[in-house]
Nanobody, 122 residues
Framework: QVQLVESGGGLVQAGGSLRLSCAAS????????MGWFRQAPGKEREFVAT????????LHTDSVKGRFSISRDNAKNTVYLQMNSLKPEDTAVYYC???????????????WGQGTQVTVSS
């Protein structure tokens, strides 16, 4: 079992930055690939980024490439999402997730946090 708690969301103006954190419980954090997903009102859950167990490889969806960056610190049981040059279309609830596979498909993730709201004003 892994419990995930996101933090760092908030209201920011377009062009601003936020860093999301996701703290995991348990001693098996490094055995999971981690992902960030988001869901805007009335829209389906969308893949944002994923990172391998060791942090050696990352994958970002095209719409955030060059602006967002996923990273992890296995010593701190935490995964991060650094978000720069934010746009109003980035507004959503952001979720972190843990799974056995390094994947952009939400079905491959077994554990989910409660989400943190990110709102970008124009």
């Amino acid at each position: 079992q892994v419990q995930l708690v996101e933090s760092g969301g908030g209201l920011v103006q377009a062009g601003g930055s936020l860093r999301l954190s996701c703290a995991a419980s348990g001693r098996t954090f490094s055995s999971y690939a981690m992902g960030w997903f988001r869901q805007a009102p009335g829209k389906e859950r969308e893949f944002v980024a994923t990172i391998t167990r060791s942090g050696s490889s990352t994958l970002h969806t095209d719409s955030v490439k060059g602006r967002f960056s996923i990273s992890r610190d296995n010593a701190k049981n935490t995964v991060y999402l650094q978000m720069n040059s934010l746009k109003p279309e980035d507004t959503a609830v952001y979720y972190c997730a843990a799974g056995q596979r390094y994947s952009g498909n939400y079905r491959n993730y077994d554990y989910w946090g409660q989400g943190t709201q990110v709102t970008v004003s124009s």
